[in-house]
């Protein structure tokens, strides 16, 4: 084991389903950040960028509760121009909202269920979204990278 | 010592001024990526990012050998609004272009000693950059984050 090896315990539920959706995505080339806040107070589980542009946000759900609980979703249609669920096997797919994505994952893959229609964001959106995922996720690669420079970044 | 403490010596001595410049533009606002390849066969050592989607870059240079040797440098300069060269304080400064920027930085911080002038990137090149950017750095985030998914990105 070296010290790169992810420790799967840390993560909770979701984030194993987060991990699975990531390197899912990979595979269709779509670049991933987790816990992307497109505005403050929110926070999408898995934002991804494609060859093109595209914004895809993924909510991870890993209980019916979860989903349940969960009253912030429909504000993150407005940062992407498509919007998937994701689940693993044992998850009640027939309660989640027809006319969005599904991926069905767990923390080693996935697979793209559903596709939903494509809603593209306005080009002012999409640029100021993309502008801020790539801030963002340079800062939280520049913590792995040096993270003693902490106070700074 | 942590895990994620970085190991100096690994690092070579234009990475570690880059380690530096990081963490100076930090401080300004831009959010970095090292080793930034704009174009195949270009490798910028740092491409920063501000607030408004500015984009600088940095080359930085350890030696005056390291310099002269440099042949590609301004080939960089249609990526960027602004060109920066980082050196360390035993640098001749004087065999710099005086027309671009200069950052005095070590492993640790630093400090932008000239502006040059901005020279505006087109708007097309300047999304493409940032799209770019947002999915490189991406893509090596989630190297560290998930170094087991290798093959997939």
């Known amino acids: 084991m070296t010290e790169m090896t992810q420790d799967l315990s840390l993560l909770q539920p979701g984030q194993l389903i987060a991990r699975g959706v990531c390197r899912l995505l990979a595979s269709h080339d779509f670049c991933c950040l987790e816990e992307f806040v497109p505005k403050r107070g929110r926070r999408v589980d898995v934002m991804a960028i494609g060859p093109k542009g595209e914004l895809w946000c993924v909510e991870c759900k890993s209980s019916r509760a979860d989903f349940m609980s969960d009253s912030k979703w429909q504000g993150y249609l407005e940062y992407c121009d498509r919007f998937f669920w994701a689940v693993d096997t044992d998850f009640p ?10 991926i069905l994952a767990d923390a080693w893959g996935g697979e793209i269920v559903r596709y939903p229609e494509e809603t593209k964001l306005a080009p002012a959106r999409r640029k100021a979204m993309t502008l801020k995922l790539a801030r963002d996720t340079a800062r939280r690669l520049q913590g792995y990278r040096d993270p003693t420079a902490g106070g700074i970044l």
């Open 93 to 102: 797919v027939e309660i989640l909202p027809e006319d969005s994505g599904l």
